[in-house]
């Protein structure tokens, strides 16, 4: 019997690679994009090889990944960056890349040992970056499917990442325009809370950001308030 292997994620750009993924390779493949879809599918399915969670926004019951192989991925070279908010944190810190680690899912979150990591540029949009990590994302799947190699237990000491919150998204109102320019594109993706400005009654929401020599051009959306 054919190798069945799930693929979870509730971001709408990795399902393009993930019907790829399903044409190209040997096995049977499933989608799922919520808990209940994840439960569903893990009861029904019988010869479940892998696990693979690229983004995923709730908790995995132990019940899941102590009993199949889980690998999640993580956009840092942990053990440094553990946590939430991984990519506006590297933006805030300063780096301009980073690595993409493939883990094995264990109880202490992005702890888990390393299958293995590839080298990932920060530059562009904040959606860009996502696609740009799903695109290498599946590319270890299919590496992981095909080798099923030994993931390596992480060394050194982890550095702790906290996960932003939305108020953080307001614009700056000081400081130099390459970090302004930053602030706008690490929070340009679908689903998150975009950079933002208060005026009075509006909300300012700005995305499509383009840095020049001593200026920024930006899309500007205006929207009442909510209270």
Not at 100 to 108: D, G, I, K, T
Request: hydrophobic share 40%.
């Amino acid at each position: 019997m054919a190798d069945n292997y799930i693929v979870a994620s509730c971001k709408a750009w990795h399902k393009t690679g993930f019907n790829e993924l399903s044409k190209q390779e040997k096995g049977r493949w499933h989608w799922v994009e919520s808990p209940d879809e994840l439960l569903q599918s893990v009861n029904q399915t019988s010869g479940l090889r892998y696990i693979f969670f690229l983004h995923w926004n709730w908790h995995v019951p132990v019940e899941i990944w102590s009993r199949f192989e889980c690998v999640c991925f993580h956009m840092t070279d942990v053990p440094y960056g553990r946590g939430g908010s991984p990519l506006q944190n590297l933006i805030v810190a300063g780096h301009k890349n980073t690595k993409l680690s493939a883990l094995q899912m264990v109880h202490e979150m992005d702890a888990g040992p390393v299958y293995v990591k590839r080298e990932l540029p920060l530059d562009g949009r904040a959606e860009e970056i996502y696609i740009r990590a799903g695109q290498l994302s599946f590319d270890i799947i299919r590496w992981i499917t095909r080798t099923e190699p030994e993931a390596v237990p992480q060394e050194g000491d982890a550095v702790i990442f906290k996960r932003r919150k939305p108020e953080q998204s307001m614009l700056p109102s000081m400081g130099y325009l390459e970090a302004l320019y930053d602030h706008i594109r690490m929070l340009d993706a679908p689903t998150y809370p975009l950079a933002f400005i208060q005026h009075g009654d509006f909300q300012l929401e700005l995305s499509n950001a383009q840095l020049f020599e001593d200026e920024i051009v930006a899309k500007v959306v205006i929207r009442k308030k909510s209270v």
